[in-house]
Nanobody
Framework: QVQLVESGGGLVQPGGSLRLSCAAS????????MKWYRQAPGKQRELVAA???????NYADSVKGRFTISRGNAKNTVFLQMNSLKPEDTAIYSC?????????????WGQGTQVTVSS
């Protein structure tokens, strides 16, 4: 069974930084793309950042220049470095990964981590 576990959320003041982590575990043959999504109260879930197996990245316009997505050396971990945080970045952030495991290729989600930007 493949699992994604996120960590690193919390409360931060405007202008501050946080680093989110997401680690994949279980029987994994290959990890393709990994993504971070977020959902604020009363809003639709939006794609924040994505990274491919070849480390190509793309970002939502709202976070370009402030957020950086990267993968760990073991390739089963993805990070989201968030700088210059704004109150509008407040949301539950969830990790998503396209993984080939024992039961074939599928899309997996983490449980989500709360990020609150407030003074």
């Amino acid at each position: 069974q493949v699992q994604l576990v996120e960590s690193g959320g919390g409360l931060v003041q405007p202008g501050g930084s946080l680093r989110l982590s997401c680690a994949a575990s279980g029987i994994i043959f290959n990890i393709y793309g990994m993504k971070w999504y977020r959902q604020a109260p009363g809003k639709q879930r939006e794609l924040v950042a994505a990274i491919t197996s070849t480390n190509s990245t793309n970002y939502a316009d709202s976070v370009k220049g402030r957020f950086t997505i990267s993968r760990g050396n073991a390739k089963n971990t993805v990070f989201l470095q968030m700088n210059s945080l704004k109150p509008e970045d407040t949301a539950i952030y969830s990790c998503n990964a396209d993984i080939r495991g024992a039961r074939g290729r599928d899309s997996y989600w983490g449980q989500g981590t709360q990020v609150t930007v407030s003074s």
